[in-house]
């Protein structure tokens, strides 16, 4: 079983940064597309960032992209967001996920797509 574990959100300020981080158990981190998405009380868990599992292909929806950055190091099993330019409606719980792929094409958009999921990790963005 592979357990995910988010670190590195917080309070900040309108215009700000983070860096999030999510450390990986395992010995198989390559092997697993991630994504990472957030959640607000009442709505669905929506996607902020997916990569592969080589890191050469991400994703990203028009909400965040040119503001957020993904990316991993499979040597250090862990998997980033770096988040820029911050706004009080990037305010939510941050969680990270990843799924088993056979192909370094593969990534997905869909929270029902993946298999792991870590505990997640609060962002608040003041304005």
């Known amino acids: 079983q592979v357990q995910l574990v988010e670190s590195g959100g917080g309070l900040v300020q309108a215009g700000g940064s983070l860096r999030l981080s999510c450390a990986a158990s395992?010995?198989?981190?390559?092997?697993?597309?991630m994504g990472w998405f957030r959640q607000t009380p009442g709505k669905e868990r929506a996607l902020v960032a997916a990569?592969?599992?080589?890191?050469?292909?991400?994703y990203y929806p028009d909400s965040v992209k040119g503001r957020f950055t993904i990316s991993r190091d499979n040597a250090k099993n862990k998997v980033y967001l770096q988040m820029n330019n911050l706004k009080p409606e990037d305010t939510a719980l941050y969680y990270c996920a990843g799924k088993y792929v056979l192909y370094n094409s593969d990534f997905y958009v869909h929270s029902r797509s993946y298999d792991f999921w870590g505990q997640g990790t609060q962002v608040t963005v003041s304005s």
């Open positions: 990569i592969s599992k080589n890191g050469r292909i991400t």
């Open positions: 395992g010995r198989t981190f390559s092997t697993y597309a």
